[in-house]
Structure formats: C-alpha cells, structure tokens
C-alpha cells in the first residue's frame, strides 16, 4: 500500500491550497511521492491517478466517492 498519512499535516491557515496537478482547491490534501517530482501537495483525485499511473495493480483508490 502507498497511502501517506495525511493525519501529520499540520492544521494551517493554508485553506485554499490548490492541487499542483490540476490546480482545483484542494479539499483532501495529499502529498506527492518524492519520486513524482511534484511540488506542493496534490488533491485526493490526482493522488488517485497518480497512484495508478507509477503502480499500476493493487492499490487502494483513496476517492471512490468522486468517481
Ligand atoms: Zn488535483
């Protein structure tokens, strides 16, 4: 499994982030992998993609309710 605690995040003011991947605001922060190369934090739904697209197979989808 390749969930990331999102729990450690700190409670900032920091309400509307935007997701570094699709630049809608984020509602469920998720942090990228390192090796992502991705800057900032990333929406439950790009996480989800992105999830799929480096490891492809068993994985948990962290936003069924989107789909
Ligand atoms: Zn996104």
Redesign the pocket.
Known sequence: MFFISIKKSRNTLVLKE???????K?KLRFNPMEEWGIEGS??????S?KINEHYPGDHVRVNKHLD
């Open positions: 935007k997701c570094a991947i699709c630049s809608e984020i990333i929406c439950g739904d790009c996480y993609k």
